[in-house]
């Protein structure tokens, strides 16, 4: 059974970091694609970055590029995504997720994921 928790959202100020951890059920890093996904209020749910399966390389969405750095331990079947200089625009509910099967081309969309954490908030204030 595949099971995926989110850790580490909080209420912080701009400019600040956190680190969100999403433990996964001993997954095969080399199989599983890991992203991580946000939806503020009233908005769709939006690509954030993600590790393909095969190469570990990483991909981002432009607007978090040079602040977020997504990463993985292997030993602690863990995924993480470390946040700094956060902006206002970066609150939202923070959603971790893995899948088998995905192709390259549709790594950043959400409906293509089998598997979702439950989320957890970040809130950044001004």
């Known amino acids: 059974q595949v099971q995926l928790v989110e850790s580490g959202g909080g209420l912080v100020q701009a400019g600040d970091s956190l680190r969100l951890s999403c433990a996964h059920s001993?997954?095969?890093?080399?199989?599983?694609?890991f992203g991580w996904f946000r939806q503020a209020p009233g908005k769709e749910r939006e690509f954030v970055a993600a590790?393909?399966?095969?190469?570990?390389?990483?991909y981002y969405t432009d607007s978090v590029k040079g602040r977020f750095t997504i990463s993985r331990d292997n030993a602690k079947s863990t995924v993480y995504l470390q946040m700094d200089s956060l902006k206002p625009e970066d609150t939202a509910l923070y959603y971790c997720?893995?899948?088998?099967?995905?192709?390259?081309?549709?790594?950043?969309?959400?409906?293509?994921?089998?598997?979702w954490g439950q989320g957890t908030q970040v809130t950044v204030s001004s």
């Open positions: 001993r997954l095969t890093p080399s199989s599983w694609t």
């Open positions: 997720a893995a899948d088998q099967n995905l192709i390259l081309s549709t790594m950043r969309t959400p409906s293509q994921y089998d598997y």
């Open positions: 590790l393909w399966r095969s190469t570990g390389r990483a």
